[in-house]
Structures are given as structure tokens and as C-alpha cells.
């Protein structure tokens, strides 16, 4: 019996642990600061990206298994600050539940007089109360928030030790990419409900149907159907979309932004070339 609950996630996963891997052996080996900093700034937009599969890992654990559930969530933690059950309290029991009421969600996009936060302020927001949010939702959940509470001590002291030994590279490798990740992860959110003021779930979220973005986001642009049932691996998520797209507006889509859309035509290209090689 294989330890992973899906086929489809051994690939991501022995990316993510590759890339680990190559940050503890620059960690333990370079001590060229301005490597360093370059290697924590190209890393930036790839562990942007993990921070959607560390949320898909946070609705369908990846692992029957849960010592490597736990290991692959220091891992995630390392590369988006988003530490074991801290998506699964904020995000699943908290935001999935309250998205269309917005004097609940947790990550609410509407200010109390009912305006519309701005980008920044939404992003700023939700970051700085992310903690205090978990904790809320946790005091409903104690099992969850004890788990939470444990594994985050954990990895506050693995990410100790790593200052001890080499302050400047644990910063630039570990801790920047954390706070960085949390970050990211809130600002991405902004447009998956922004100004959707309403109770209807499949008007309530914006869908990216770019095959770029989803292939490096693992369908995350499927957000309806992902809030319709969330439950569903990313996987076949594509799948049930289009048992539901007839119920979603033509204004819950969006286009991809940047850096996804630059390479949209570079994808076309070796579609159409290896369509044309397999005919």
C-alpha cells in the first residue's frame, strides 16, 4: 500500500523536498551573503506558489501516514510560514465556513461600514491577525489548536537552532521566506472574493481557468468548485468544475496576472508541438 493517500502528489512533494533540500545544503555550505540573498529572492516566487499546495495538503492531508504528514508540514512551515493545522483552523474551519458573511470570515475583505478594503490593507490585515484568528477558531476546536500549539514549538525551535549555527543565512533561507509566504499567501486570497457580496456559493469566488496557473498552483483557479466542496483533491477539482460551470457568471472569472501570463504562449507553443508529434 503506497503511504500517499493520491498518486497525483508524489511528484509535487518530491519537488518540495528537493527544494528543501537545496536550501539546507546552501544553508550548511555557502557563505557568500550576496548568494544567499539572491538565492531567497528567486525563491520568492516558487514558494509563493507552495503556499497553495501547503493549503491543498491542509484540506486532504497527503500522507496515510501522520509522522510524515507532521515532517512534510515542517517543510511547508520552512518555505511558507504556514505551520501544521494553522491553514486548517483559519482557512478551512473558519474562512470555508464564513466567506459569504463578511462580519465572520477570517479573511473578510469588507470594512464594518461596508466599503471594500483596499489590496494592501486586506493583505496587512489578514497577516498580522493571522495568529490571533487561528487561536480563535482553535478555542472551538481543542484538539486542532493543541496540535497547532505543539507543532509550532517545534518548529520555533528548529528555527532557533538554525540561528544559533548561521544567523544570516537562517534569515534569508528560513525566516524571511516564512513572513514573505504568510504574505503572499493573504495578498492571493484578495481576489478570490473581493467585492462578491453575496450568500449564493457559486457567485461568492473568482475563477482563474489559465492551465499555467493551475498547473503551478495545483487548480487553485478552480475556486468555486473548490468552496462548493472542499474536500476534493486538487487533482479533480477540473472535473467537478465543469459539473458546476453552468452555475457560475460569466463576472467570477478572471484572467491570470503576472508572472502566470507570461507564459501563456510559450505553453500554447509545446502543446500544439506535442500534439503534433503524437499525431
Not at 474562512?95 to 471594500?116: A, F, I, P, V
Not at 487553485?220 to 453552468?246: C, D, M, N, Q
Amino acid at each position: 500500500m503506497s503511504v500517499f493517500k493520491q498518486k497525483a502528489d508524489r511528484l509535487p512533494v518530491f519537488i518540495f523536498a528537493t527544494y528543501f533540500i537545496l536550501d539546507l545544503v546552501i544553508f550548511f555550505n555557502i557563505q557568500n551573503k550576496w548568494f544567499v540573498v539572491f538565492w531567497f529572492l528567486l525563491g520568492i516566487w516558487p514558494k509563493g506558489n507552495i503556499c497553495a499546495w501547503n493549503h491543498h495538503h491542509q484540506h486532504c492531508l497527503t500522507f496515510r501516514s501522520t509522522f510524515f504528514n507532521r515532517v512534510l508540514e515542517i517543510i511547508f512551515g520552512f518555505q511558507t510560514g504556514i505551520t501544521t493545522k494553522a491553514w486548517f483552523l483559519h482557512h478551512v474551519l473558519g474562512h470555508h465556513k464564513n466567506y459569504l458573511h463578511q462580519e465572520l470570515d477570517e479573511s473578510r475583505w469588507m470594512n464594518q461600514d461596508g466599503t471594500t478594503k483596499s489590496e494592501i490593507g486586506y493583505t496587512l490585515e489578514v497577516s498580522a491577525t493571522s495568529f490571533y484568528r487561528i487561536f480563535k477558531v482553535g478555542l472551538k476546536h481543542k484538539k486542532h489548536l493543541r496540535d497547532y500549539v505543539i507543532m509550532l514549538a517545534l518548529q520555533v525551535v528548529l528555527l532557533s537552532g538554525l540561528f544559533y549555527y548561521n544567523w544570516f543565512n537562517a534569515l534569508f533561507l528560513f525566516l524571511l521566506p516564512m513572513i514573505t509566504g504568510l504574505m503572499l499567501t493573504s495578498w492571493a486570497t484578495y481576489d478570490h472574493h473581493s467585492n462578491l457580496d453575496t450568500k449564493n456559493e457559486f457567485e461568492g469566488s473568482r475563477n482563474i481557468l489559465d492551465p499555467f496557473y493551475n498547473l503551478m498552483t495545483g487548480n487553485l483557479g478552480y475556486h468555486t468548485a473548490h468552496h462548493v466542496r472542499h474536500g476534493v483533491h486538487w487533482s479533480k477539482v477540473p472535473e467537478f468544475h465543469e459539473s458546476i460551470a453552468h452555475l457560475i457568471p460569466a463576472h467570477c472569472y478572471l484572467e491570470a496576472g503576472a508572472p502566470y501570463s507570461w507564459f501563456r504562449f510559450p505553453v500554447q507553443v509545446s502543446r500544439r508541438l506535442i500534439s503534433q508529434i503524437s499525431s
